[in-house]
């Protein structure tokens, strides 16, 4: 096992992707844990989510979270990534985002659709600053 430098991280996060498993914590204080689509802007990673779901509703009490990215091929490797969040529902950054973002997952060619459906008011545009990272690769050599 081996860590990862900074520069092989943002390749890690960017080259593939890969789902995110975002942890957030409930009011009563149990984790939540969910999937999310995510994009990288600089040092900051980028996810939207609907205003009703858990997740938005633990980071707005609470904005602490911890995001685990992994590659489950061999030879293997992950970042988890701990950070504070900054929430945005200004619209057309979030429709760039959620265009941006669909891009990655669904292919340029439903970019826009799914940047028009999940780029709507209700839909939150979360930023992820991190405070603290760590990165693995070669688990398995």
């Known amino acids: 096992m081996e860590k990862m430098t900074q520069e092989e991280v943002k390749v890690f996060l960017l080259e ?53 990215i992994d590659d489950e091929v061999p030879p293997f490797a992950y970042v988890i990534i701990e950070g504070e969040v900054a929430i945005s529902e200004d619209l057309a950054e979030l429709r760039q985002w959620a265009t941006r973002i669909a891009g990655r997952y669904m292919g340029p060619h439903l970019a826009e659709a799914y940047g028009k459906r999940n780029g709507v008011k209700g839909e939150l545009l979360v930023r992820v600053t991190p405070t603290h990272i760590v990165a693995q690769k070669n688990i398995a050599a």
């Open 16 to 68: 593939v992707p890969r789902t995110a498993k975002i942890a957030t914590v409930r009011e009563d204080g149990r984790p939540h844990v969910a999937p999310i689509w995510f994009d990288v802007d600089g040092d900051t990673i980028i996810f939207t989510t609907w205003h009703e779901s858990v997740k938005a509703a633990n980071i707005t009490r609470d904005g602490r979270v911890c995001l685990c």
